[in-house]
């Protein structure tokens, strides 16, 4: 069974920058982050492929940045500008295959979440 490891969340100020990453167990063609805050659905932030191929969703786009070390089937989330309304618990997911979207359906592999709390 895929283990996803996400690690680097925690506290930090509105307009300060954070790092949180997530490490899988093998080799997975799509990585992902997502986030959900209480009461809230789950939001796509972030995917990246194998190939190093991204995209964001509309409210981080310019703030955050997504990458991976294909030798360490790692990828990073580089938060930015961060704002109160980014505080929710981010949740790596993963899948295998040849196609990605920012649709949490598709994604069979999820890690724990790591929370992430920006504070005014």
């Known amino acids: 069974q895929v283990q996803l490891v996400e690690s680097g969340g925690g506290s930090v100020q509105d307009g300060g920058s954070l790092t949180i990453s997530c490490s899988a167990s093998?080799?997975?063609?799509?990585m992902a982050w997502f986030r959900q805050a209480p009461g809230t659905e789950r939001e796509g932030v972030a995917y990246?492929?194998?190939?190093?191929?991204?995209a964001y969703g509309d409210s981080v786009k310019g703030r955050f940045t997504i990458s991976r070390d294909n030798a360490k089937n790692t990828i990073y989330l580089q938060m930015n500008s961060l704002r109160p309304e980014d505080t929710a618990m981010y949740y790596c997911?993963?899948?295998?295959?040849?196609?990605?979207?920012?649709?949490?359906?598709?994604?069979?592999?999820w890690g724990q979440g790591t929370q992430v709390t920006v504070s005014s």
């Open positions: 093998e080799d997975m063609y799509c």
């Open positions: 997911a993963a899948r295998t295959g040849g196609y990605c979207q920012m649709n949490p359906n598709i994604f069979t592999e």
């Open positions: 990246i492929t194998s190939g190093r191929s991204a």
